[in-house]
């Protein structure tokens, strides 16, 4: 699909939301419309080494700019996002916390801009919104998001909880420990981890998903189910609809790549560049 169709599908909805999933490997963009259907194909784009703001952000424009038209954005974001502001990037540059990154968005896209958890946005593109839905996303890292009768309970983070042998979740489980012991052990630690957080949490229903989600080979219990890793896309056009989530108010007047694509040099605006000491 190019562009000129991008755009010329997304005129034929009257609101198109720029979804952006910002990953430890891989930073992907979808459009979608009101109903949450994707109008576009998906791009995806290298992370930078380092990962840092004034790599990420331009790149995420470069992504906007290959899609076509947008009115809106969302954003997974893997780490903790409160009003906006990054409070943790665990698995991305160690620059991140700080960083206004719905305020710069704005800046750079010219468009409103809504962020969350990058595990909160793609369970909002996996649950039914019924009883208790645990979601976990399987990367670079080990993502959780907890829905309550459909509604987000935000910033929770298990990954950093001990799990076994005086180690989080995130250490056991995360993409390093998967290279280090080899898929049948992951997979017995992950059976370990479920088991686990279903006495804790007694969900209803646990969704699997994220780019490791495809490594699983254990027997899953019967009210856990391995969703498409496109659901962290999907899941953004729910963050201008939860009323429980606590997101930035929208400021009025606020403002075809290829897969795998690296990142292109370009200058950092003013406020992601990094003060001399």
Known sequence: ??????KSNASHSSTITLAIDIG??????????QS???????VRMTTPKPATPQAIVPLISEIA???GRFDRVSVGFPGVIHQGLVKTAPNLDASWPGTD???????QLKKPVRAANDADVQGYGAIKGQGVELVITLGTGFGTALF?????VPNLEIAHHPFRKQETYEVQLGANALKMVGKKRWNLRLAKAIELLDRVINFDQLYLGGGNAKKVTMALPSHATIVSNTAGLLGGIALWADPNVILPPVTKGLGKGTARKRAPRRTSSKTLQKKEP
């Open 36 to 42: 949450g259907q994707p109008v576009s194909e998906r």
């Open 101 to 107: 990154l719905v305020r710069e968005l704005k800046r």
């Open 1 to 6: 699909m190019t562009p000129e169709q991008n």
């Open 24 to 33: 430890g490997s891989g930073i992907k963009g979808i459009l979608l419309n």
């Open 65 to 67: 700019k290959s899609l």
């Open 148 to 152: 309550i009768n459909g509604h987000l």
